[in-house]
């Protein structure tokens, strides 16, 4: 849609409100909350133009700045800020895990929520920084979403992965769904149990010259012609690919020539290699973790062979 005017005579909202687990630590959390309104576009008339309701649309918008987050359609039900506070602080008290901070991505689009764990997870000898990540989109690219975020101490690589089990649409009755969630919470500690073991079998999988390609040549997107000819790659590509299989060799010597070493290869270029235009604790979103993600996919499907 093009010249969409939003509606302005839109009801003061009440603020967010003050959790009592908020008074014994000082951390910033989200200070403006979402609203819907009403979209217009003007029409014209015999007497001028006009502006006429768009009929089965709206659009959710910050309270603080009005900035237009998603336009949608009225089915479409927003979680609020409120909301997933409330459930991060809730799950703080289930867990023991405590809440470190909330940010916003891409202009509030997005929301996190990080709460530290306090048993982090040690593979192969490492230890690791671990959190439990909440997830939450405005702009309707994603649901309400839990996952594991981590960081192995030794290098500061970083990896996060939000599990499918726990994943909410923003439907008429997701509120339910989420505090179901919260209420079979034991869930998340064997999705994470699973997440670890995977990790730990990566040690003892030995990988050939070949598995490494195979990945690069993923991540790099690599069409079949350009690996018979690579004469026919862009030097960009080239760069990329080379930025890549340095980052494999530095992990692979420290860590051994397994899936663990090769796995870690992409969490350090994502970490310390790639650029990227909004840094997102422990490459929760964007393009570094579609990257990790890929690798860890791919890791998976050599253990399954």
Same mark, same amino acid.
């Given at each position: 849609?093009?010249?969409?005017?939003?509606?302005?005579?839109?009801?003061?909202?009440?603020?967010?409100?003050?959790?009592?687990?908020?008074?014994?630590?000082?951390?910033?959390?989200?200070?403006?909350?979402?609203?819907?309104?009403?979209?217009?576009?003007?029409?014209?008339?015999?007497?001028?133009?006009?502006?006429?309701?768009?009929?089965?649309?709206?659009?959710?918008?910050?309270?603080?700045?009005?900035?237009?987050?998603?336009?949608?359609?009225?089915?479409?039900?927003?979680?609020?800020?409120?909301?997933?506070?409330?459930?991060?602080?809730?799950?703080?008290?289930?867990?023991?895990?405590?809440?470190?901070?909330?940010?916003?991505?891409?202009?509030?689009?997005?929301?996190?929520?990080?709460?530290?764990?306090?048993?982090?997870?040690?593979?192969?000898?490492?230890?690791?920084?671990?959190?439990?990540?909440?997830?939450?989109?405005?702009?309707?690219?994603?649901?309400?979403?839990?996952?594991?975020?981590?960081?192995?101490?030794?290098?500061?690589?970083?990896?996060?992965?939000?599990?499918?089990?726990?994943?909410?649409?923003?439907?008429?009755?997701?509120?339910?769904? +989420?505090? =179901?969630?919260? *209420?079979?919470?034991?869930?998340?500690?064997?999705?994470? !149990?699973?997440?670890? #073991? &995977?990790?730990?079998?990566?040690?003892?999988?030995?990988?050939?010259?070949?598995?490494?390609?195979?990945?690069?040549?993923?991540?790099?997107?690599?069409?079949?012609?350009? +690996?018979? =000819?690579?004469? *026919?790659?862009?030097?960009?590509?080239?760069?990329?690919? !080379?930025?890549?299989? #340095? &980052?494999?060799?530095?992990?692979?010597?420290?860590?051994?020539?397994?899936?663990?070493?090769?796995?870690?290869?992409?969490?350090?270029?994502?970490?310390?290699?790639?650029?990227?235009?909004?840094?997102?604790?422990?490459?929760?979103?964007?393009?570094?973790?579609?990257?990790?993600?890929?690798?860890?996919?791919?890791?998976?499907?050599?253990?399954?062979?």
């Amino acid at each position: 849609m093009t010249n969409i005017i939003l509606h302005t005579n839109t009801a003061e909202i009440q603020p967010v409100q003050q959790f009592q687990t908020l008074e014994s630590i000082s951390i910033p959390t989200l200070k403006w909350e979402v609203l819907e309104k009403p979209l217009f576009m003007p029409e014209l008339t015999t007497t001028g133009y006009r502006a006429k309701e768009v009929e089965g649309y709206k659009a959710i918008t910050r309270s603080d700045t009005n900035e237009v987050l998603n336009i949608c359609k009225d089915s479409y039900t927003p979680t609020t800020n409120q909301k997933f506070i409330e459930t991060a602080f809730q799950i703080s008290n289930i867990t023991g895990y405590e809440v470190m901070q909330f940010c916003e991505v891409k202009g509030g689009k997005k929301v996190l929520a990080f709460l530290k764990v306090n048993n982090p997870m040690k593979i192969g000898g490492y230890d690791f920084k671990e959190w439990l990540m909440l997830g939450n989109s405005h702009d309707g690219s994603t649901g309400f979403f839990i996952g594991n975020s981590n960081m192995m101490v030794r290098c500061e690589n970083r990896f996060s992965k939000t599990f499918q089990h726990f994943k909410v649409f923003h439907t008429s009755n997701h509120y339910g769904k +989420i505090d =179901d969630l919260v *209420k079979t919470f034991d869930t998340y500690n064997s999705q994470r !149990s699973k997440f670890i #073991n &995977s990790l730990g079998e990566y040690i003892d999988f030995e990988i050939v010259k070949e598995d490494k390609q195979n990945l690069v040549n993923l991540l790099a997107e690599v069409k079949p012609e350009e +690996i018979e =000819d690579p004469s *026919k790659m862009s030097t960009r590509k080239s760069n990329l690919i !080379s930025s890549i299989n #340095n &980052s494999i060799e530095i992990e692979t010597k420290a860590l051994g020539n397994n899936l663990f070493g090769l796995f870690n290869g992409i969490t350090h270029y994502t970490s310390h290699v790639k650029k990227t235009r909004e840094h997102v604790f422990c490459n929760a979103l964007g393009g570094a973790n579609d990257i990790n993600n890929l690798a860890f996919n791919y890791c998976q499907s050599l253990t399954k062979k």
